[in-house]
């Protein structure tokens, strides 16, 4: 019987340095995100939404609190299980991929070290999932597009079949017309694979096409959490979160026509 919380986060707190050099980004972070649901994430630059994700991701090991996926405790770091389970798509793909690994090498790569046989086929049917032919096994990552680029990073977290995957910004590096194409391929993906995305996002306007709810976090600490149609109106309970939302309305505006008129 499924879990019907995916992401189950409780007490979260995370420290970064040492003495006199301490800094504190995660406070009492308490988070849940259902089976099969989009749940955003938002907050000013520093607030310590990219930190929750990488801790859910075992990128950060020095968390203190309670964190699970599907019923199971997280350990500290990244073990083999619990990477198939939960994936991460970073903001910049360019970044992410390697420069000198093709597109086959970037997809094979965490199927060898996960054992997972019949690669062809699994890298093929993925390129195909993502919107791009197999033709693309060959090229690196300067040979493509943004929007090309950032497919392979999703056919990449994609190919070890997760049931979670976390998206840091994933498409504000992106031209608006190529935002809307991989915010759309997002969604499909979601849908057909029943997966759960915990995504952080600096634009209401992705959170409104896209997301169940939201978490609005602040310092470091979670101010609210409230379903998307509660952002406009009375729906916020705090003065933050509504500046927030003003803030955002004007450069979503854009976004939204264009992910309507796909
Ligand atoms: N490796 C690190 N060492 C020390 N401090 C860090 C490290 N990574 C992040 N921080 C600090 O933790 C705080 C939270 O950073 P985080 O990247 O989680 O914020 P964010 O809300 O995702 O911001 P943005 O929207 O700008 O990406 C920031 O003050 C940042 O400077």
């Excluded at 990128?59 to 203190?64: A, P, S």
């Excluded at 959170?207 to 310092?219: D, E, F, K, N």
């Excluded at 927030?244 to 004007?250: E, G, K, P, V």
Aim: proline share 4%.
């Amino acid at each position: 019987m499924p879990n019907e919380n995916m992401i189950h986060i409780q007490g979260l707190n995370l420290t970064f340095g040492h003495g006199s050099k301490t800094n504190q980004v995660l406070y009492d972070v308490d988070l849940s995100v259902r089976q099969g649901e989009i749940f955003g994430l938002v907050g000013e630059s520093g607030s310590g939404k990219t930190t929750v994700l990488k801790c859910l991701a075992g990128l950060l090991t020095q968390w203190q609190g309670e964190m699970a996926i599907d019923g199971k405790p997280l350990s500290h770091g990244i073990n083999r299980p619990q990477c198939r389970q939960v994936q991460m798509v970073f903001q910049d793909p360019y970044g992410s991929l390697h420069p000198r690994h093709n597109v086959e090498s970037i997809l094979e790569e965490p199927l060898a070290i996960h054992h997972i046989d019949n690669r062809d086929d699994r890298i093929d049917s993925m390129l195909v999932k993502v919107g791009l032919s197999p033709a693309f096994r060959d090229r690196f990552p300067h040979q493509l597009s943004g929007g090309q680029r950032q497919r392979v990073a999703i056919a990449r977290a994609l190919i070890l079949e997760p049931r979670v995957l976390l998206l840091d910004e994933p498409t504000s590096a992106l031209d608006v017309s190529v935002q809307a194409e991989i915010l759309n391929l997002l969604a499909e993906l979601q849908q057909r694979e029943g997966l759960t995305y915990l995504m952080v996002t600096h634009d209401l306007g992705v959170i409104a096409h896209l997301c169940h709810r939201v978490a609005v976090m602040q310092h470091g600490r979670i101010l609210e959490t409230l379903a998307t149609d509660d952002l406009l109106g009375q729906g916020p309970q705090t003065e933050y979160t509504r500046v927030l939302i003003d803030a955002s309305q004007h450069y979503s505006r854009e976004l939204a026509q264009q992910v309507a008129g796909q």
